[in-house]
């Protein structure tokens, strides 16, 4: 049975999902942070380990403690020296969508794999997705929540989306609190 879902952002673009005592960390920025389930979504080849127990680092499905997660490449932004991965994760009826450190819209190929996301985590501002890509992708696939990453411009987010935007410590949920047909836009500050 699902308790309160929990998302703080950890900084440069790492946030960790936590659901009682099971956690997952996306991009943490360093090593400190610990979980049951660790992924990157930009993985450097000259130092890829397949090996490191507990944690995801290329494209692939996987299962871990009842957690499923897929990941895809990003054509576009792989190449010999690192490949980057877009990952869907499937966690008690509720589904994330990562894209990392995209600086481009991912194919329409890629986005048909994240099929009604309930949240969905978008890289925003400076060298990453401009806000047309990012209201295209949005509005493609619907979110009940779209938490942006690398971005904390309350202004200019709320300006994109048209909403009222303030920063949260953290973002606390059950699954009855995504509506789907009215998407939240949630920024958060860092705070692990």
Not at 28 to 54: F, M, S
């Amino acid at each position: 049975m699902m308790e309160l879902m929990v998302i703080n952002y950890c900084g440069e673009g790492g946030f960790r999902l936590q659901n009682g005592s099971l956690s997952v960390l996306i991009n943490p920025p360093n090593n400190r942070l610990k979980a049951d389930v660790v992924l990157k979504t930009e993985t450097d080849l000259a130092h890829l380990n397949l090996n490191q127990i507990g944690e995801i680092t290329v494209p692939g499905e996987y299962e871990v403690q009842g957690i499923e997660i897929t990941g895809w490449m990003i054509p576009d932004e792989s190449n010999q020296k690192s490949i980057k991965t877009a990952y869907l994760i499937k966690w008690e009826d509720i589904s994330f969508v990562f894209l990392g450190a995209t600086k481009k819209m991912p194919s329409a190929e890629i986005l048909e794999n994240f099929n009604d996301p309930s949240i969905v985590f978008v890289p925003f501002g400076g060298s990453y997705l401009n806000q047309e890509d990012v209201l295209k992708m949005v509005k493609q696939l619907e979110p009940a929540v779209v938490i942006p990453t690398f971005s904390a411009d309350e202004k200019l987010v709320s300006k994109v989306f048209g909403q009222n935007i303030t920063t949260q410590d953290k973002f606390v949920f059950k699954k009855k609190d995504l509506e789907l047909g009215k998407m939240q836009v949630i920024l958060l500050k860092e705070n692990v």
